[in-house]
């Protein structure tokens, strides 16, 4: 006790005080200078997803032409070609818009659907069993294997097209939202109460912004899981009052033997989903998480 009083009285150390002279940076050269063209070629992300589309569409080209059997594997050059053709003269105009009818319709009763299911779920225990349950059941099951019941149940049309776009989105969807509502902090559910939020306001301010990233998630998994049913679906039953869509346009191709017609339809199909992927969703997220700062 005495050594650490000692201690404690002792008087401080005094420093020499010195002084440093700054160096010469003008050697350094400039802190800060222009990007150059290959610079900003390389950081610009369309420049380098349309340099990875240039390249795959190469390979196409060389590996038909190499292959020689434009029955079997058309060019990339025909294909666009034929692409063209169809679509100037409205035929793809007019699967497209068929396809893209049935497709919102479905699309919508399965987000309507989704959010009544999450709901319950987020406000009460019974409600949460039940979608957890739902969930587990169905989710696994595949859209297309409902496509014999959809046929007894509705008959040839776009009301089975409807049922089993519905059953693709309805519980991707409400799955990926209630993951989100249950990552919510605590302290944001807290300081929400702080501020008396209650009800549909609690929802709206604190649990929707906090989870927007998974319900986003959901939105575009659903997407992607509809569109490529309902073009599965096509293939097997998608004409209706002697007009069908990109999935008919591709089966009815391929029964006369115009592969460059098939791959046409392939093409429209994959068109689609990346205007979507890259406008639609792009702009949500540009405008909502990168804004908020939830996404670089």
Same mark, same amino acid.
């Not at 569409?57 to 053709?85: C, D, H, K, M």
């Given at each position: 006790?005495?050594?650490?009083?000692?201690?404690?009285?002792?008087?401080?150390?005094?420093?020499?005080?010195? =002084?440093?002279?700054?160096?010469?940076?003008?050697?350094?050269?400039?802190?800060?200078?222009?990007?150059?063209?290959?610079?900003?070629?390389?950081?610009?992300?369309?420049?380098?997803? /349309?340099?990875?589309?240039?390249?795959?569409?190469?390979?196409?080209?060389?590996?038909?032409?190499?292959?020689?059997?434009?029955?079997?594997?058309?060019?990339?050059?025909?294909?666009?070609?034929?692409?063209?053709? =169809?679509?100037?003269?409205? %035929? /793809?105009?007019?699967?497209?818009?068929?396809?893209?009818? %049935?497709?919102?319709?479905?699309?919508?009763?399965?987000?309507?659907?989704?959010?009544?299911?999450?709901?319950?779920?987020?406000?009460?225990?019974?409600?949460?069993?039940?979608?957890?349950?739902?969930?587990?059941?169905?989710?696994?099951?595949?859209?297309?294997?409902?496509?014999?019941?959809?046929?007894?149940?509705?008959?040839?049309?776009?009301?089975?097209?409807?049922?089993?776009?519905?059953?693709?989105?309805?519980?991707?969807?409400?799955?990926?939202?209630?993951?989100?509502?249950?990552?919510?902090?605590?302290?944001?559910?807290?300081?929400?109460?702080?501020?008396?939020?209650?009800?549909?306001?609690?929802?709206?301010?604190? /649990?929707?912004?906090?989870?927007?990233?998974?319900? /986003?998630?959901?939105?575009?998994?659903?997407?992607?899981?509809?569109?490529?049913?309902?073009?599965?679906?096509?293939?097997?039953?998608?004409?209706?009052?002697?007009?069908?869509?990109?999935?008919?346009?591709?089966?009815?191709?391929?029964?006369?033997?115009?592969?460059?017609?098939?791959?046409?339809?392939?093409?429209?199909?994959?068109?689609?989903?990346?205007?979507?992927?890259?406008?639609?969703?792009?702009?949500? =997220?540009?405008?909502?998480?990168?804004?908020?700062?939830?996404?670089?």
């Amino acid at each position: 006790m005495n050594a650490l009083a000692g201690d404690v009285t002792r008087a401080p150390v005094e420093r020499k005080e010195f =002084e440093v002279v700054p160096i010469d940076a003008t050697g350094i050269g400039s802190i800060e200078k222009p990007l150059s063209l290959a610079e900003r070629l390389a950081d610009n992300d369309l420049l380098r997803k /349309l340099a990875i589309l240039v390249v795959l569409a190469v390979v196409w080209e060389a590996y038909a032409r190499f292959l020689g059997n434009p029955l079997l594997f058309p060019t990339f050059s025909e294909t666009i070609q034929t692409f063209w053709r =169809e679509l100037t003269s409205g %035929v /793809l105009l007019d699967r497209t818009g068929v396809s893209m009818q %049935v497709l919102l319709i479905g699309y919508s009763l399965g987000l309507v659907l989704s959010a009544v299911f999450t709901t319950l779920a987020v406000s009460t225990r019974i409600g949460t069993d039940l979608l957890t349950t739902l969930t587990a059941m169905f989710n696994p099951l595949p859209a297309i294997a409902l496509l014999p019941l959809a046929l007894i149940w509705f008959g040839l049309g776009i009301p089975s097209l409807v049922f089993v776009i519905v059953h693709s989105v309805l519980w991707a969807v409400s799955l990926n939202t209630l993951s989100g509502f249950r990552s919510v902090p605590e302290v944001l559910r807290m300081t929400g109460r702080n501020y008396n939020l209650s009800g549909v306001r609690f929802v709206m301010k604190i /649990l929707m912004p906090a989870a927007f990233p998974a319900i /986003l998630a959901g939105l575009k998994i659903g997407w992607a899981f509809a569109w490529r049913t309902l073009i599965a679906a096509e293939l097997v039953f998608g004409v209706s009052s002697r007009s069908g869509g990109l999935g008919w346009y591709i089966f009815e191709s391929r029964a006369e033997l115009e592969t460059a017609q098939v791959f046409a339809g392939l093409l429209a199909v994959i068109v689609i989903g990346l205007l979507v992927e890259s406008v639609i969703f792009r702009t949500i =997220e540009a405008r909502t998480l990168q804004r908020w700062g939830m996404q670089r």
